[in-house]
């Protein structure tokens, strides 16, 4: 209910409901409605865009209790991550999927931003065995520092395509020379499910770092008939 006196409108209850918004202009207060009248507009790039939008937020619901400590210096980490997330290509789901939290691994997902010396890896392989190879020489570990690999798994439930994320220290021990580089070697690597990065730390520092993987799954969702099918979902897409 509103009320009128010399002072000007009291509003009882809430404003948002009552779908008006008010403010002050040379002492006299002005209401209007605070309906948008303008067209809903679903042109292919905004579609794009909040697709690129929905899925690294759906992305970061799955990494964020590992990453959220690796975006040192950052005063809002969630920022952070979706400014160098918003790199990653597009990929196009459903309005039932995004609903979902479905999220894609890909090659690029960042999970740590720092100032500390990036690494290099890659996936590849010495002798028979899989390996993730470095460009870390011996001499490139420090005492002072600790490696963090991120490992991050596509997940397959009801038909729903989820992550997972874990997280483990890595030591001199650990690694294989390859060539006079660094590599950690094993049958993990060779899973096509998974990908990783490894993450230089010293204290609240770190080395900036994204997923390497050869998962190739995500690109299904990529193409003209997956952005069809999604903006289906949400009603079709409109003229520019």
């Not at 679903?42 to 579609?47: D, Y």
């Not at 992305?59 to 969630?78: A, E, Q, V």
């Not at 729903?160 to 070697?185: K, Q, S, Y």
Request: charge should be positive; include cysteine.
């Amino acid at each position: 209910m509103n009320k009128n006196n010399k002072q000007g409108i009291i509003v009882d209850g809430s404003i948002r409901s009552a779908g008006v918004t008010f403010y002050t202009k040379q002492g006299q207060t002005i209401v209007r409605s605070a309906t948008s009248r303008q067209p809903k507009r679903r042109t292919r790039n905004q579609f794009v865009q909040r697709q690129r939008l929905a899925h690294s937020m759906s992305i970061w619901f799955y990494i964020r209790d590992i990453s959220s400590r690796m975006l040192s210096g950052r005063k809002n980490t969630y920022n952070c991550f979706m400014s160098m997330a918003a790199k990653l290509p597009p990929v196009y789901l459903t309005s039932y999927e995004n609903a979902c939290g479905m999220a894609l691994l890909m090659p690029g997902i960042p999970v740590s931003c720092g100032t500390l010396t990036d690494i290099v890896y890659s996936l590849g392989s010495t002798g028979p065995s899989p390996a993730l190879l470095t460009g870390l020489a011996p001499d490139d570990l420090h005492s002072r520092e600790t490696l963090l690999l991120v490992t991050l798994r596509q997940l397959a439930e009801a038909d729903m395509l989820m992550l997972g994320a874990e997280a483990r220290n890595v030591d001199a021990a650990d690694f294989t020379v390859v060539d006079g580089r660094l590599a950690l070697v094993g049958d993990e690597f060779g899973d096509d499910h998974c990908g990783w990065a490894l993450v230089r730390r010293r204290g609240a520092l770190c080395s900036t770092q994204t997923v390497v993987t050869a998962s190739t799954a995500y690109r299904a969702y990529q193409t003209d008939e997956a952005l069809l099918r999604a903006a289906e979902s949400y009603g079709g897409l409109t003229a520019p």
